[in-house]
């Protein structure tokens, strides 16, 4: 009997009326364990893999199986705009079975929640944001919401792990589960997991290894892939000349006007995905495609789209791309998840992506179609040299990080999910939030909640017992009589408020201020220690303090100094990223999917690695500093770093290396060596050295000594730092 034949008769017809020939691998192996509704599963597959139609099949046949009251399926999806596209595919299946589908978010009007809140049903699909204000406001009726409920699914479900969303939907599926008294079989999709059992881990925490995991390889369909490299000039010269045989007045770079023209002539006609890291810089490539439009007189086909734009501004560029009409998106991440866009060509990126697991994503939005190959472009501009040019800028790291990437992929890797965390933050927002469901608890049963069988079983129960000391003492909570603890007025203030609900916030910018002039901002993730030099507004500046809750950094005037770097990468680069870097410098192979001037490039960055003999050595000389290549991710980077300043160097991040400055090499590697064989810096003593360790939403309700420890297991990694010092220092100099 075939996987379908299970179904129910209702759900057949449907698939038929699809003109569907069949199911496809994925959607067949989900049938069986869904339809048990015991089963905890990981649907893994490409973007335009079928995996909601694999998990929603079955789901629909065993509502229809077995009807009944009350809200039965539970979606949970990271952005609003995934809950429109996905209500809209399931409203048709929902509406030919008589099962309620509804999307509740901030846009969704009051009257339909209201309907479902007095009539609860079917299958609602919402994000973790709302879902935190429903129980939070509505403790009581939680019962009857979801009496009958039967399957929770989480969209997307990567975006979560690792990040303060994801924690916060663990606690979430686990307090609703506390309340039904029952376990609740829980359903992630994703198209992008590296370490399957940390994924599993995840959705359900403590028990990973009995989530069962189906993630068909398939055949692996055709893949074509470029990388085109471009240099920047010193001069402007190149710019001006080139738009001017362009006719464009652009202040763009030659390097800029470049790609932009390739984009213009490869993709125009068709519809494509065109990935850029930041939102300035989506408005910048858009511009330029436009005036590349002007200039020859068609029809402009290219369209930016980015979290900072209007709902119907995304909207109108979304529904371009579904219509028949050619249709070019300049975008950020806001279009690597799964919203259907319809039929893409090809993606481009331009520099060099955040992660391979970006790439895997962003690469299934295109060769959707049987037959069709998915197409990627890559345009990444590197410097040209100079005589005075650093190693760490020389030997064109964007472009070997490129690479590395590109390989890693096609070797069918990608990052694992982010070592867990503390998050103590939402650790804050969940106690103060069922303090509000419940009206009231005792601190055993919040410890039994969140700590002894939740998601925050990292924390001990001595931390757990300083954290509401803590919020005592900050008069977020009260104690009565009989020893509950209660929402304090102002504690009631911060839940009542609508920004309580969302565990993240946006992270805000330092002010830059010496004699009590402000110079600009930095972000706030760059770690800060008191007499680090940094370079901003083309002058050398030294930090002297840091007013965490003013967001203010203290400068004063001093030589020597690095550019701080001012776009994010996510979580960092990870250290098998870095690993593969330096084997592509060491190597000789060329990879065959990169352009003429890519493979000049890659020559280059090659000859300058050997001209600084960092083949032999990744410690060495240059202008009067030491300079540290460890190849190692940014985590490790980060803590040697503040090691290096708590130790007394002077010290700076800069790109890929550590520079020390007034420190000669042979000097350098002895210290290495001997802080190699001392015991491992304990990391409290490290992260009581950075004054700027607020970095998520409630961290300024946090003691010094909790700031510590949360700080130090989020931003460090000692032992793996240790067992670098150890490498550093058997490293012979040139």
């Known amino acids: 009997m075939a996987a379908a034949d299970h179904l129910h008769p209702e759900v057949q017809r449907w698939i038929y009326h699809q003109g569907w020939t069949g199911l496809r691998p994925i959607q067949e192996l989900a049938i069986a364990p869904i339809l048990g509704g015991q089963q905890d599963l990981i649907i893994a597959a490409a973007t335009a893999g079928g995996k909601t139609e694999a998990a929603f099949l079955p789901i629909f046949s065993h509502l229809l199986n077995h009807p009944g009251a009350s809200i039965r399926v539970l979606g949970l999806s990271p952005l609003k705009a995934l809950i429109n596209d996905q209500h809209r595919r399931l409203l048709d299946m929902g509406e030919s079975m008589g099962i309620s589908v509804t999307a509740w978010h901030g846009d969704v009007a009051s009257h339909r929640?209201?309907?479902?809140?007095?009539?609860?049903?079917?299958?609602?699909?919402?994000?973790?944001?709302?879902?935190?204000?429903?129980?939070?406001?509505?403790?009581?009726?939680?019962?009857?919401?979801?009496?009958?409920?039967?399957?929770?699914?989480?969209?997307?479900?990567?975006v979560f792990i690792g990040s303060e969303r994801g924690r916060q939907l663990q606690s979430l599926m686990h307090r609703l589960e506390y309340c039904l008294d029952r376990s609740i079989p829980r359903i992630g999709l994703s198209a992008t997991l590296g370490d399957m059992d940390l994924a599993a881990e995840f959705l359900r925490p403590g028990h990973g290894r009995q989530v069962q995991v189906i993630n068909p390889a398939g055949p692996g369909g055709q893949l074509r892939l470029q990388l085109r490299g471009y240099q920047r000039s010193?001069?402007?010269?190149?710019?001006?000349?080139?738009?001017?045989?362009?006719?464009?007045?652009?202040?763009?770079?030659?390097?800029?006007?470049?790609?932009?023209?390739?984009?213009?002539?490869?993709?125009?006609?068709?519809?494509?995905?065109?990935?850029?890291?930041?939102?300035?810089?989506?408005?910048?490539?858009?511009?330029?495609?436009?005036?590349?439009?002007?200039?020859?007189?068609?029809?402009?086909?290219?369209?930016?789209?980015?979290?900072?734009?209007?709902?119907?501004?995304?909207?109108?560029?979304?529904?371009?791309?579904?219509?028949?009409?050619?249709?070019?998106?300049?975008?950020?991440?806001?279009?690597?998840?799964?919203?259907?866009?319809?039929?893409?060509?090809?993606?481009?990126?331009?520099?060099?992506?955040?992660?391979?697991?970006?790439?895997?994503?962003?690469?299934?939005?295109?060769?959707?179609?049987?037959?069709?190959?998915?197409?990627?472009?890559?345009?990444?501009?590197?410097?040209?040299?100079?005589?005075?040019?650093?190693?760490?800028?020389?030997?064109?790291?964007?472009?070997?990080?490129?690479?590395?990437?590109?390989?890693?992929?096609?070797?069918?890797?990608?990052?694992?999910?982010?070592?867990?965390?503390?998050?103590?933050?939402?650790?804050?927002?969940?106690?103060?939030?069922?303090?509000?469901?419940?009206?009231?608890?005792?601190?055993?049963?919040?410890?039994?909640?969140?700590?002894?069988?939740?998601p925050f079983q990292q924390v001990s129960a001595e931390l757990f017992q300083d954290l509401l000391r803590c919020l005592g003492q900050r008069e977020m909570i009260q104690q009565s009589g009989d020893r509950t603890l209660l929402l304090s007025p102002k504690g009631e203030r911060i839940v009542n408020h609508y920004s309580f609900y969302s565990a993240f916030q946006t992270p805000e910018d330092y002010e830059l201020v010496h004699l009590g002039r402000t110079l600009?901002?930095?972000?706030?993730?760059?770690?800060?220690?008191?007499?680090?030099?940094?370079?901003?507004?083309?002058?050398?500046?030294?930090?002297?303090?840091?007013?965490?809750?003013?967001?203010?950094?203290?400068?004063?005037?001093?030589?020597?100094?690095?550019?701080?770097?001012?776009?994010?990468?996510g979580g960092g680069i990870h250290s098998h990223v870095r690993q593969a870097m330096y084997h592509l410098y060491c190597s000789q192979d060329q990879p065959p999917y990169l352009d003429p001037m890519a493979q000049r490039l890659l020559a280059e960055a090659r000859e300058q690695f050997r001209a600084f003999h960092l083949h032999r050595t990744s410690v060495l000389g240059f202008a009067s500093q030491s300079l540290i290549f460890c190849w190692q991710g940014d985590r490790v980077l980060n803590t040697l770093l503040v090691l290096l300043l708590a130790k007394g160097l002077k010290a700076a991040k800069e790109g890929i290396a550590i520079a020390v400055r007034q420190c000669d090499p042979p000097t350098l590697v002895a210290q290495l060596g001997q802080w190699a064989d001392e015991p491992m810096s304990a990391p409290l003593d490290l992260a009581r050295s950075v004054k700027n360790k607020r970095l998520d939403k409630y961290d300024y309700l946090l003691s010094e000594d909790l700031l510590c420890h949360n700080y130090a297991l989020s931003e460090f990694d000692v032992p793996l730092t240790w067992q670098t010092l150890r490498d550093l220092s058997s490293q012979d100099l040139p």
Not at 117 to 142: H, M, N
Not at 534 to 561: L, N, T
């Open 520 to 569: 600009g901002t930095l972000p706030q993730r760059i770690p800060l220690v008191p007499q680090m030099r940094i370079v901003f507004a083309g002058q050398s500046w030294q930090v002297e303090a840091v007013d965490e809750a003013r967001k203010i950094i203290e400068v004063s005037s001093a030589p020597g100094g690095r550019v701080p770097r001012f776009s994010g990468g």
């Open 113 to 158: 929640k209201h309907r479902l809140l007095q009539d609860p049903q079917g299958i609602v699909i919402i994000t973790p944001e709302s879902l935190e204000a429903l129980i939070a406001r509505r403790g009581p009726a939680l019962g009857r919401l979801f009496q009958r409920l039967n399957y929770i699914v989480i969209d997307e479900m990567h």
């Open 234 to 454: 010193l001069s402007d010269q190149a710019a001006v000349e080139l738009a001017a045989s362009q006719a464009l007045h652009s202040e763009a770079s030659a390097d800029d006007l470049a790609m932009a023209q390739h984009l213009f002539q490869a993709l125009r006609g068709s519809n494509n995905l065109i990935f850029v890291n930041g939102r300035a810089r989506v408005e910048q490539m858009a511009d330029l495609l436009r005036l590349f439009s002007e200039q020859a007189r068609v029809p402009n086909e290219f369209y930016p789209h980015h979290g900072s734009l209007a709902k119907h501004l995304r909207e109108e560029v979304e529904d371009l791309l579904r219509s028949d009409l050619p249709a070019n998106v300049v975008c950020t991440t806001t279009l690597e998840m799964g919203i259907d866009v319809g039929d893409v060509q090809s993606i481009a990126q331009v520099g060099s992506p955040l992660s391979v697991a970006s790439i895997r994503q962003r690469l299934g939005r295109s060769g959707r179609r049987a037959g069709e190959p998915a197409i990627a472009r890559f345009y990444v501009s590197v410097p040209e040299l100079a005589a005075d040019m650093p190693p760490q800028e020389a030997i064109h790291p964007e472009l070997v990080q490129t690479i590395a990437m590109i390989n890693l992929l096609l070797e069918r890797w990608c990052e694992p999910p982010v070592p867990e965390k503390l998050q103590l933050s939402t650790l804050i927002q969940q106690l103060l939030s069922l303090l509000s469901q419940y009206e009231g608890l005792k601190a055993q049963d919040l410890w039994e909640i969140l700590g002894e069988t939740g």
